[in-house]
């Protein structure tokens, strides 16, 4: 079958693996939609050291059922899931406790597991243990199920910050994450929620998909200033860093008020690292969340607010592209105001 996979000297090929097998307790899915995500386009130019090689990519993956297992139970073939890629042990203490996305023996589909970038994908076993496989209504197609993991690490993140009604809120970065942090700071009753893009095309672009948001540039009166202006002189309660960019870490850091939150959502490439001034953290009492990933019951949220038409994820589908043409998809988001790409095997 016809896959895209980093292969075992980093380089990433398109190229003809066996169809996967089901385990006894697992599945294979024909994969329906399999999307591209920011991790992936971060791999797409820099590698990784995370992937463990031959392996075939993409985590954002729903299908349809066509094989399962003798002994797997509730799951059939004709039913279309939605994956979680990030599957804990289920053993340790944070998995216990409900957060198996922290799991020191975390494994990921399309990192330790095979993933969605091909026409077949296996479904393993511990997936269905921990819960991660979630079958899906008529009211939700396969393409918007595909979003329903991008929008659960958004979620991860919220809860954390806890967004409060009137709170000021800023965004660095307008691309599909950002766009999401502004619908749910908003569905929060967050008072102003501002956004930080230095392309005038994907700050345009956003301001026509998300109402309501105040878009600023960091190359006009500064970002500070204008932070202060819409805020009333008071800084932002929440920043989050929507984009990988050490420059906005330290932007964020600068443009909260006293006792502010910080989301630091976008990884960077990479070894770098040291962009948050810990000073500031220490004298304005700000608190600063990391995020990694999501569990299996914020995936479910997320496909429960697309199916309830919370959450308008077809809008954000800016093209589809066929498996062979993939590598055109990712130099399409690298040069093009691409909000998200869909991946069809």
């Given at each position: 079958?016809?896959?895209?996979?980093?292969?075992?000297d980093?380089?990433?090929?398109?190229?003809d693996?066996?169809k996967?097998?089901?385990?006894?307790?697992?599945?294979?899915?024909?994969v329906?939609?399999?999307?591209?995500c920011g991790?992936?386009?971060r791999?797409?130019?820099?590698?990784?050291?995370?992937?463990?090689?031959?392996?075939?990519l993409g985590?954002?993956v729903?299908?349809?059922i066509v094989?399962?297992?003798?002994?797997?139970?509730?799951?059939?073939p004709?039913?279309?899931?939605?994956?979680?890629?990030?599957?804990?042990?289920?053993y340790c203490?944070?998995?216990?406790?409900?957060h198996?996305?922290?799991?020191?023996?975390?494994?990921t589909?399309?990192f330790?597991?095979d993933?969605?970038?091909?026409?077949?994908?296996e479904?393993p076993?511990?997936?269905?243990?921990m819960?991660?496989v979630?079958?899906?209504?008529?009211?939700?197609?396969?393409?918007?199920?595909?979003?329903?993991?991008?929008?659960?690490c958004?979620?991860?993140?919220?809860?954390f910050?806890?967004i409060?009604?009137?709170?000021?809120v800023v965004?660095?970065g307008?691309g599909?994450i950002?766009?999401?942090?502004a619908?749910?700071?908003?569905?929060?009753?967050?008072?102003?929620v501002i956004?930080?893009?230095?392309?005038k095309?994907?700050a345009?672009?956003?301001?026509?998909?998300v109402e309501?948001?105040?878009?600023?540039?960091?190359?006009?009166?500064?970002?500070?200033?204008?932070?202060?202006?819409?805020?009333?002189?008071?800084?932002?309660?929440?920043?989050?860093?929507?984009?990988?960019?050490g420059?906005?870490?330290?932007?964020?850091?600068?443009?909260?008020?006293?006792?502010?939150r910080l989301?630091?959502f976008?990884g960077i490439p990479?070894?770098?690292?040291?962009?948050?001034?810990?000073?500031?953290?220490?004298?304005?009492?700000?608190?600063v969340y990391?995020v990694?990933?999501?569990?299996?019951?914020?995936n479910r949220?997320?496909?429960e607010l697309?199916?309830?038409g919370?959450?308008?994820?077809?809008?954000?589908?800016?093209?589809r592209?066929?498996?062979?043409d993939?590598?055109?998809?990712f130099e399409?988001?690298?040069?093009?105001?691409?909000m998200k790409?869909?991946?069809?095997?």
């Amino acid at each position: 079958m016809l896959s895209f996979v980093y292969d075992e000297d980093g380089s990433l090929i398109l190229k003809d693996m066996p169809k996967p097998v089901p385990k006894s307790d697992g599945a294979v899915i024909k994969v329906y939609s399999c999307s591209i995500c920011g991790t992936d386009f971060r791999m797409y130019m820099h590698g990784s050291k995370k992937i463990t090689p031959p392996r075939v990519l993409g985590h954002e993956v729903a299908g349809v059922i066509v094989e399962t297992g003798s002994s797997l139970e509730d799951f059939y073939p004709g039913e279309t899931v939605a994956v979680a890629p990030a599957i804990g042990c289920g053993y340790c203490h944070l998995c216990t406790e409900g957060h198996p996305n922290m799991c020191d023996k975390l494994k990921t589909i399309g990192f330790q597991y095979d993933g969605g970038f091909a026409e077949y994908m296996e479904i393993p076993p511990d997936a269905f243990r921990m819960g991660n496989v979630n079958k899906l209504d008529n009211c939700i197609e396969g393409d918007e199920a595909a979003l329903a993991e991008p929008i659960a690490c958004v979620i991860n993140a919220h809860q954390f910050l806890s967004i409060k009604e009137g709170e000021d809120v800023v965004i660095f970065g307008s691309g599909f994450i950002g766009c999401i942090h502004a619908e749910l700071a908003l569905r929060s009753g967050a008072g102003k929620v501002i956004m930080v893009e230095i392309v005038k095309s994907r700050a345009e672009e956003a301001s026509k998909l998300v109402e309501g948001i105040h878009i600023i540039s960091p190359g006009e009166a500064g970002i500070i200033f204008e932070v202060k202006k819409l805020t009333g002189g008071k800084g932002a309660d929440v920043a989050i860093t929507a984009c990988s960019s050490g420059k906005a870490q330290e932007d964020a850091i600068s443009i909260l008020s006293k006792r502010g939150r910080l989301s630091l959502f976008g990884g960077i490439p990479g070894e770098a690292k040291g962009f948050i001034d810990s000073n500031e953290i220490h004298y304005k009492e700000l608190s600063v969340y990391g995020v990694h990933a999501s569990t299996p019951l914020q995936n479910r949220t997320a496909i429960e607010l697309i199916s309830n038409g919370s959450l308008n994820v077809k809008k954000y589908i800016t093209e589809r592209f066929q498996l062979k043409d993939i590598v055109k998809a990712f130099e399409a988001i690298k040069n093009e105001n691409m909000m998200k790409a869909i991946i069809k095997p």
